[in-house]
Nanobody, 121 residues
Framework: VQLQASGGGLVQAGDSLRLSCAASGGTFRSYFMAWFRQAPGKEREFVAAISWNSINTYYANSVKGRFTISRDNAKNTVYLQVDSLKPEDTAVYYC???????????????WGQGTLVTVSS
């Protein structure tokens, strides 16, 4: 499956964005989807994940209550609504897909190219 992330940009602290990740070339509804992010000089970290039927969602503690992951299987797209952005949310955000849900970057087989979110104070 190929993944294409979009929606990043330069925003101010407190603003919101909606990141999108469009999938092609596979059976989207069979994949668990996740978002990771990588800040400059840091390792890629888990942000959020969602099961194929949207029943189960998982969030990193640092984004819980501010970020919301969702998916539209009819559109082969997963979203990440990011609210109340902080400068420390600045990172390249990557979407990922795998047949299992989890928080470990090592288990995800498919990755998008990333979209940059920059939050100014």
């Amino acid at each position: 499956v190929q993944l294409q992330a979009s929606g990043g940009g330069l925003v101010q602290a407190g603003d919101s964005l909606r990141l999108s990740c469009a999938a092609s070339g596979g059976t989207f509804r069979s994949y668990f989807m996740a978002w990771f992010r990588q800040a400059p000089g840091k390792e890629r970290e888990f942000v959020a994940a969602i099961s194929w039927n949207s029943i189960n969602t998982y969030y990193a503690n640092s984004v819980k209550g501010r970020f919301t992951i969702s998916r539209d299987n009819a559109k082969n797209t997963v979203y990440l609504q990011v609210d109340s952005l902080k400068p420390e949310d600045t990172a390249v955000y990557y979407c990922a897909a795998d047949g299992r849900i989890g928080v470990s970057r090592g288990q995800y087989a498919y990755w998008g190219q990333g979209t940059l979110v920059t939050v100014s104070s």
